[in-house]
Each structure stands twice: as structure tokens, then as C-alpha cells.
């Protein structure tokens, strides 16, 4: 358990927040699984304050996913404080979270995202702005630099505890790794022992054992787990349970994800219509079939599928064919 402004978290397993994956279907989803803290994907500043219908739509926040996170980019002061003013007053989420981390172009050429790494006096000068114009706590997400030779880490972390925010998630890559090589707890190491607020390491948790570890290796106050949690939320409860008791969780059986994922599809069914819903699902259910042997096959089929009833049908074809060759003493998973 830790506090994050006036806001307490049950656990340290913090959900990431993730583009174009993590609306509250998937939040809901996770959170049930026991993380501490799910967090919203980013939304454009400009965005909000165009009122753009579908950005609109990305602010919806079922009460049961809290506490919640709502994380917010843009690249000028002006538009930022004023999408945050909006966060603040208008949803119920419980933490407004400023994006430093996005490393794909379209982000940075405007200024946002991980742009924001290469200066910590910007730093100071946003979230400080940010923070005088809201009432809920403001955190940051970054990266540790822009590339190897621009890691001011450190410096930023300052900064953002200088102007008032009230935690710091560190991604241990950089701009330039994107996604690639091995994430740097070091340098998680070192930034939360230079600065007094919370600090949520982020990077390779890939598994229960992992959470462990960043937190032992780097002090680190929670763990943020992102990519592991793509069809796996039992990653979230099996971290929480070996951090709270020792105990490894077994892997869930295929019918238990199955399960999932057709519940997954419905709550994103409920949020967009089925029509997006079982576009945007296909990706998900590709991830839900993960490890599971044999799932080549579903899996091209689900990438046709248009209806929800088409895409139910052929995941419970799929469990039956799995749970018949088990039966049969073929090993699946």
C-alpha cells in the first residue's frame, strides 16, 4: 500500500497506460484482477479542448475502475493546463497524469511526449502551472532520456517534485529504444533515491518474479506493469498475490481466458458498439490466445470476423477442440 497525493493504493501493482488499449473495458477487466491503480490511455490537450466527440468518449470512467489515473499530453502550457482544468472539474478520476514518454513522431514533433525529456526547466514550468490550476494530485510518466546521450532522469524527476507533483513513473528505456533492449533499473535506482515522492519503475516486468525484483533491486515504491498485461490480466492478480503471500499462482487453464476475453468483448461492446468493439477485440483476442497451442488457425479467423456472435462462437469452438484433445492426453498450453 502507498499513497500518491492524498489518494491511497491498495497494492504496488500499478496497471500501464497503454495507446489504443487501455479504455475502461480493459481497465475494468484489470482492476478486477486486483491492480492497485489503473491508468487511462493518453488524450490530446488540443483534443479535449476541441471537444472532439471520440476523445470525449475516451474520458468515460466506470466508478468501479478507481482509483484511476487520466493521463493527458500535449506540448504548450496554455493547452495543457487547460485540458487538465477540464480533467479536474469534469471527470472522476482520481489523478491527472502527464504524459513525458510517448516516443512515436507524431507525439514529439508537437512538443509532447518524450520531446520533454531534453528539458527539465520545461519540466518544472508545466507541471507546475498544472499543478496551481487543479485540485487532484498530477503525476508524470516518462522515459529515463532521449537517447543515451541525453539522460537527465534525475533532473527530471527533481523537477517534477520541485513544481509540486506527487509521483513519478520512470520507464527505464529511452526515446530512441523505443520498445527494444533491455529496460535500465539502475537508473531507477538512482532516481528514487534523489527525490522524496513516490517513484513507480517501469520495464521488463514480465513476470510475478520480475515485480519482485524492481522492487527489491531499485526501492521503488510500485511496479507498472504494461505489455505483460495484454491479454493477461492474471499477470496483475498473480504479481499481487506473490508480492502480498510468496504464492505462484498456476497459469489460468484455456477456458478461464476464453471466459475472460468474451467478458472483455462485451464491456467493449457496451463502451463502442459492436462494430468497433469487435474490430478493436480481434488484436486483444489474438493476445488472450497466447502460449495457447494451436491457436494459429482461430486466430486468422478471428482477424475476419465482424459480429460479436461470430467472434463468441469461434472462441468457445476453440476451447471445446482444445479441451477434447487435453482429454485425449494430447498436453495443450
Known sequence: MFKIGDITLKNRVVLAPMAGVCNAAFRLTVKEFGAGLVCAEMVSDKAILYNNAKTMGMLYIDEREKPLSLQIFGGEKETLVEAARFVDKNTTADIIDINMGCPVPKITKCDAGAKWLLDPNKIYEMVSAVVDAVDKPVTVKMR?????????????????????????????????????????????KEVKQSVNIPVIGNGDVQTPQDAKRMLEETGVDGVMIGRAALGNPWMIYRTVKFLETGELIAEPQVREKMDVCMLHLDRLVSLKGENVAVREMRKHAAWYLKGVRGNAKVRNEINQCNTQHELITLLQNFVEEVEAKQQNGAQVV
Request: no cysteine.
Open 144 to 188: 529515463m532520456g532521449w537517447d543515451e546521450d541525453h539522460i537527465y532522469a534525475i533532473e527530471n524527476a527533481r523537477a517534477v517534485e520541485r513544481a509540486g507533483g506527487k509521483a513519478v513513473a520512470l520507464h527505464g528505456r529511452t526515446r530512441v529504444q523505443m520498445y527494444e533492449g533491455k529496460a535500465n533499473w539502475d537508473i531507477i
